[in-house]
């Protein structure tokens, strides 16, 4: 079953220095942190501030093809999570046939934001990605869990890329 989420912040890792998408659930209850490279996390905090490139960048350009070919970005969905990787389907429709392309989550959610595309994750990976915030590194993984469920829009912001 797919779990519809919305993309709630972007952020650096304090620790790793990393940057991180945020997803949350629609309803409020489940939040995803997922770890993206710096590249990726620019495309998406382009989009997210609404600031326009003097030349397309990868994401913009992929829009504007679909856009040309006449076929529309229907959803993504984060599929699974194994040995620590997320994957990510970016679903098509071109005159009605659909389209399934394998992708990385970042890209996959740089692209929803681009084409106002609906978000989300299988409830498999949010189960495992909790399981494993159990399990592995528990201390680190369990402060983490709690500092990101407790976050606002104040601290969305102190973290901004």
């Given at each position: 079953?797919?779990?519809?989420?919305?993309?709630?912040?972007?952020?650096?890792?304090?620790?790793?220095?990393?940057?991180?998408?945020?997803?949350?659930?629609?309803?409020?209850?489940?939040?995803?942190?997922?770890?993206?490279?710096?590249?990726?996390?620019?495309?998406?905090?382009?989009?997210?501030?609404?600031?326009?490139?003097?030349?397309?960048m990868t994401h913009d350009?992929?829009?504007?093809?679909?856009?040309?070919?006449?076929?529309?970005?229907?959803?993504?969905?984060?599929?699974?999570?194994?040995?620590?990787?997320?994957?990510?389907?970016?679903?098509?429709?071109?005159?009605?046939?659909?389209?399934?392309?394998?992708?990385?989550?970042?890209?996959?959610?740089?692209?929803?934001?681009?084409?106002?595309?609906?978000?989300?994750?299988?409830?498999?990976?949010?189960?495992?990605?909790?399981?494993?915030?159990?399990?592995?590194?528990?201390?680190?993984?369990?402060?983490?869990?709690?500092?990101?469920?407790?976050?606002?829009?104040?601290?969305?912001?102190?973290?901004?890329?």
């Open positions: 079953m797919e779990v519809e989420m919305k993309i709630r912040g972007l952020m650096m890792d304090p620790v790793t220095n990393m940057p991180i998408v945020i997803l949350r659930d629609v309803s409020g209850n489940s939040v995803l942190p997922i770890w993206v490279g710096v590249y990726e996390a620019n495309a998406i905090a382009l989009e997210i501030e609404k600031v326009s490139t003097p030349r397309p350009l992929i829009k504007s093809l679909l856009l040309g070919l006449n076929t529309a970005m229907r959803k993504v969905v984060v599929s699974e999570l194994k040995d620590d990787t997320f994957y990510a389907v970016i679903w098509l429709d071109r005159d009605g046939e659909i389209i399934s392309v394998d992708s990385r989550p970042s890209d996959a959610l740089a692209l929803a934001l681009r084409l106002d595309c609906p978000i989300y994750v299988e409830e498999t990976v949010l189960k495992s990605s909790s399981k494993a915030a159990n399990t592995s590194d528990k201390d680190n993984k369990e402060e983490l869990k709690r500092w990101l469920d407790g976050l606002n829009d104040e601290d969305l912001g102190r973290y901004k890329m």
